[in-house]
């Protein structure tokens, strides 16, 4: 990644602040201008060292930018690179968000003729996944090693031109990434099973369980529903964006819970061993970091 | 707690080897014997320093000790109870199971006349479980702060001697744990929400996960999951000692989660956003340490 480039960050929170961050400690922009609706919200990341300058202007912030990261909750993500594309008809553009399909499909519905250069079609937009986060959000709580070591997943669709696909890799591994290459709707389906779904589930067990217990929670529920604190605003358009692939994935998990249940409901403890024994070897899958 | 009293731990494993490195740390025991099926994990015990000296004989070592605790599987501490009160007519006995009812209940069941002097009735015996833990288990990482600042539940029954209570609960007050007494039955039905469905819901959820989509799962997937690496079976066993608290909050749960599912069906992301920030607000009254 040329470290003469300028890159503007389109909603500078936790991970947009965590990639501005990284970007300036590492020497790898020109000039890093964060955008964002909330003067104060900029104060802090200035004051992080997670930009150079900011504005609530994003006309004015992405006008000179090479590169502009949107970082704007999934919602508001369309807009946001419809308005980033027509302020800069120069720019490459990518975003942060948690689902893609929707997002990409409706960045390539058509437009009025007159609109047609401005467009964020797969020439200047390709979408990106940072696999990193954490339940506080804010540009106060933003690591420079947020995406170090973490995995992006980067959605190239059939048209996309490799040198956009080039490119996006680069970014995200300069950053101390490492990236994958997924269509929008494969990353959706994987994302609903490993991230989604966890958080319906973390929430659905927060809210059953009866308050007056829970001076009896340890650390298992603790890590168990430690996801539920997330921002509800955020997660129900997240949900809103990945309808049917968490509908499925919640249908495979039912039916795994439903044989727990029947096995425990029935004594059947030699089935309920096999099935936690099972339960266990996919956990020891994952490496914990 | 007299620091002249003799201890007896049978079954050091983590829970029982931390135990050890407590009393031993705090001076809290004139002697600290453990009693355990292998040599060597007696061996590695007397190593991390939990225990000052160790059998394989549950007779041997209990004869001379004035408390003894029970940390065996949840399995096995009924039969291993009934062997130390038959060992040692004068010992009182406390246990560290994550169930309750059904142990309390078997303990009382009718012994013949000659055993009468040697059961392990409630003026002899009370139960205790300490909300600590680790995925891990074995000796080798016992730790002497394993219970420090963690709830201790001591389950007394209606005709536990008032002495006992104030003992057991002085022991876990010395170790640094705060107490909580419940009947054994109140215990299962809230363990049952806090812990039980917690690990059973965390292993449906690994054991749903398709292994090929493990490399694109984060940290959240990572923490809702954490306790489905656990020992399968020990869990059997726990789940087998509490099946019908288990199942009620297991319907609770069910209720929880097929209203957020009929929230997402329907696109009502007004009662989706309600859910999601009740789920926040009860996983915020938890104080993770």
Redesign the interface.
């Known amino acids: 990644m040329p470290a003469s480039q300028r890159v503007a960050i389109v909603g500078v929170g936790l991970i947009g602040g965590s990639i501005g961050l990284a970007l300036r400690e590492r020497e790898l922009a020109a000039e890093v201008v964060g955008v964002g609706h909330r003067a104060s919200s900029l104060e802090k990341a200035i004051a992080r060292g997670a930009i150079d300058r900011g504005t609530t202007n994003l006309v004015e912030g992405v006008a000179q930018a090479d590169w502009v990261v949107a970082a704007t909750p999934v919602g508001s993500l369309v807009d946001t690179i419809h308005a980033i594309a027509a302020a800069n008809e120069r720019c490459t553009i990518t975003d942060v968000g948690s689902t893609k399909a929707e997002i990409c499909s409706r960045l390539r519905a058509p437009v009025s003729p007159d609109a047609w250069q401005k467009r964020p079609g797969p020439a200047r937009f390709i979408g990106s996944h940072p696999?990193?986060?954490d339940h506080r959000t804010g540009p106060e709580h933003a690591r420079a090693d947020l995406l170090e070591g973490?995995?992006v997943?980067v959605t190239p669709e059939d048209d996309t031109p490799p040198g956009l696909v080039e490119r996006a890799s680069e970014f995200w591994e300069a950053l101390g990434a490492t990236v994958?290459l997924l269509s929008p709707e494969e990353h959706d389906r994987?994302?609903a099973?490993?991230?989604h779904?966890?958080?319906?589930?973390?929430?659905?067990?927060?809210?059953?369980?009866?308050?007056e217990?829970?001076?009896?929670?340890?650390?298992?529920?603790?890590?168990?529903?430690?996801?539920?604190?997330?921002d509800?605003?955020l997660?129900?358009q997240i949900?809103?964006q990945n309808?049917q692939a968490?509908?499925d994935?919640?249908t495979?998990?039912q039916?795994?819970?439903d044989a727990?249940?029947t096995a425990?409901?029935e004594?059947d403890?030699a089935t309920?061993?096999t099935?936690?024994?099972?339960?266990?070897r996919?956990?020891?899958?994952?490496n914990?970091t």
Do not use: C
């Open positions: 696999l990193a986060g973490r995995t997943v994958e994987a994302l099973a490993t991230s779904l966890p958080h319906l589930i973390a929430s659905a067990l927060a809210a059953a369980t009866p308050e217990w829970l001076r009896l929670a340890a650390t298992g529920w603790g890590d168990t529903t430690r996801i539920a604190a997330s509800p605003g997660w129900t949900f809103g309808r968490v509908r994935a919640l495979r998990f039916y795994a819970l727990m249940e425990l409901g004594n403890d309920l061993a099935q936690l024994t099972e339960a266990k996919i956990r020891e899958l994952f914990d």
